[in-house]
């Protein structure tokens, strides 16, 4: 059985990531970016098909691991009947090629260690070819090559690459893997303890930088450290997190590729690195946007790859039999090629936050805000396949609708606040008509509550951003009965799921978890209708559901207590620190996105 996805911590170097087990075993691995198909590690649970485990041999006592403060530096103690060894892992931030650093030392006793290595490429289907070096060894397969370096001798069983040793207290055992393309020469090795010490130090320098100092500024800023561990340093792209196919439902087919840049996380990004104190990589983020969606408005992306690539073409890898047999295991992700109007009210929203908050605005977003609200006034009122990217026909959503009206009103206020030239009557009228059209058919007055669709009486937890983005003021008595239909129909043991699954307007088989961004939504619909201790209670639970190093994924099964979806998930780690600053100050952002 694989382990628990809780049971995973993130390390990496803003190019690459993997996931580090509390077994010592490192299960998902992609090189040399997130997206590539080079992956030393094909899936978690599928030990076959790619791993890295070090870990005692003699009985295990007790597991604890921690990061080192402010860092990604992962270290994590075996207690053993014979002692005690602490493993270190860490990516060191680079410039050039991925490597990957485990340190094994001893605390206390004498510890017998066996490490197995299982390298594997193309999500598992390619067998390496290896061969032995003067420090470690060498496997090539076509366009990707690794280089391993180690303190002990290694040897081969049926394909794999395994090794013993005896270490004691003092001692220290490293080992450095390094990937490069085949067809260029090695680089050189590294200096495993300079380079940890380097690394604790830039790691270290950057989250000095967090001036979030409220009652969980240590969550925050270790949720502050996982995006930046998020984003691809080169295009400043934030993928939605590290992997690919871990399912929302355990057995199901929910199972989507999420190593891509959604550009539904906009304006939430924006807000959480700002806030957090993050400018550099605010800046970066909102370049990364403008390149992306540049172009002719109809090709615009609900998402994109690390470096704004538009073709994301979905396939399924059949040989992977998936987290606990979930499958499809899908590389890609077919929503890519979707029609969803709330994408040009988060584009436009994030572009006019980006200049509320002081980020430099070059000559040509303007006209590209322009030719977006010029195109929306001819789509907004056709359906889409809405925020959820459902695989069933179009609909007219009620959320994508309200997007639609965030990008006419923040066309016109960029108008009324900061001088730009746009036919602002005409965009002022547009907005109203959706507003009207909104609060007539997207709301239904027998639960008093806004729904999924027009003319529907489905619940859905998006339409908790409604307050949010400026729609309605949170004391509006329609917000409030929205607000408490779904709290009573959408939440289990105090988490929100999305909408109900088992209506099929998704069109796919039922069953998932709840949803924990929409979860941090609902405290932040609390907290700005006074209800604070009531929201602060939300926060306390979803601060206690994250794991014992601060990760939280996508969904979360309540009924099993256990992590769903893809992991970290980014949305998830921007939600929470929104909300914090919500609750911790008056200005925070959902005070500070409806004001526009």
């Not at 390390?11 to 090189?31: E, F, K, N, P, Q």
């Not at 929302?248 to 990004?269: H, K, M, Q, V």
């Not at 699954?501 to 998932?512: A, R, T, Y």
Request: with cysteine; hydrophobic share 40%; glycine share 8%.
């Amino acid at each position: 059985m694989p382990l628990p996805i809780e049971d995973y911590a993130l390390i990496g170097d803003c190019h690459t990531a993997a996931l580090v087990g509390r077994d010592g075993s490192i299960d998902w691995l992609c090189l040399p970016t997130f997206h590539s198909p080079a992956c030393f590690a094909a899936l978690l649970g599928t030990p076959e098909n790619g791993r890295w485990q070090i870990a005692p041999t003699s009985r295990i006592r007790q597991v604890e691991r921690r990061y080192r403060p402010g860092t990604l530096i992962l270290e994590t103690d075996f207690e053993t009947d014979d002692g005690v060894v602490t493993l270190i892992d860490f990516m060191p931030p680079r410039s050039q090629e991925p490597d990957l650093v485990r340190i094994v030392r001893g605390r206390r006793g004498s510890v017998k260690v066996r490490t197995e290595l299982i390298m594997r490429f193309d999500y598992g289907s390619i067998v390496p070819w290896v061969r032995r070096t003067e420090t470690g060894l060498y496997a090539v397969a076509g366009p990707d090559s690794l280089y391993l370096d180690s303190d002990i001798e290694l040897h081969g069983e049926n394909l794999h690459t395994c090794g013993e040793f005896k270490i004691d207290a003092g001692e220290e055992k490293k080992f450095v893997l390094m990937w490069h393309p085949s067809h260029e020469s090695r680089a050189e090795s590294i200096d495993a303890d300079c380079t940890l010490d380097a690394s604790e130090r830039w790691w270290q320098t950057w989250s000095r930088r967090c001036t979030y100092d409220g009652p969980w500024k240590e969550l925050v800023l270790r949720s502050l450290i996982t995006l930046k561990a998020l984003t691809y340093a080169p295009t400043g792209g934030i993928v939605a997190a590290a992997t690919t196919s871990l399912p929302e439902c355990i057995g199901g087919e929910r199972n989507w590729d999420y190593r891509l840049c959604w550009l539904r996380d906009a304006t939430f990004a924006l807000y959480a690195l700002m806030l957090g104190g993050f400018t550099d990589e605010a800046k970066a983020w909102r370049q990364w946007l403008l390149r992306a969606v540049a172009g002719k408005p109809e090709q615009l992306n609900i998402m994109y790859g690390l470096a704004g690539e538009r073709r994301l073409t979905e396939i399924e890898l059949p040989w992977l039999p998936g987290y606990e047999n979930s499958s499809p295991v899908r590389s890609g992700n077919a929503a890519w090629r979707q029609f969803q109007l709330d994408v040009f009210g988060e584009v436009c929203d994030a572009l006019h936050v980006a200049r509320r908050l002081g980020i430099p605005q070059d000559q040509d977003v303007w006209a590209i805000e322009c030719e977006l609200g010029n195109y929306l006034e001819t789509k907004w009122r056709e359906p889409d396949e809405g925020i959820w990217e459902i695989r069933g026909p179009r609909q007219n959503f009620v959320h994508s609708k309200m997007m639609a009206w965030v990008a006419f009103d923040r066309l016109a206020k960029c108008v009324e606040r900061f001088g730009l030239e746009g036919p602002v009557a005409r965009w002022r009228a547009i907005r109203d008509e959706i507003h009207a059209e909104v609060c007539n058919r997207g709301y239904d007055r027998q639960q008093n509550a806004f729904v999924q669709v027009y003319d529907g009486s489905e619940l859905d937890a998006s339409l908790l951003m409604m307050p949010m983005v400026g729609f309605l003021p949170p004391s509006d008595p329609r917000v409030q009965g929205t607000v408490a239909a779904i709290a009573r129909e959408l939440v289990t043991d105090g988490f929100v799921a999305r909408y109900r699954s088992d209506s099929h307007v998704d069109g796919l088989p039922p069953g998932e978890g709840a949803f924990l961004p929409c979860t941090f939504w609902l405290a932040d619909n609390l907290a700005a209708m006074g209800r604070r201790d009531e929201a602060e209670q939300i926060f306390e639970r979803l601060a206690h559901l994250a794991n014992d190093v601060g990760l939280l994924s996508e969904e979360y099964d309540p009924v099993a207590k256990r992590f769903l979806g893809n992991f970290p998930q980014a949305f998830t780690h921007v939600a929470l620190v929104n909300a914090a600053f919500n609750l911790w100050r008056s200005s925070g952002p959902a005070q500070h996105r409806p004001e526009a």
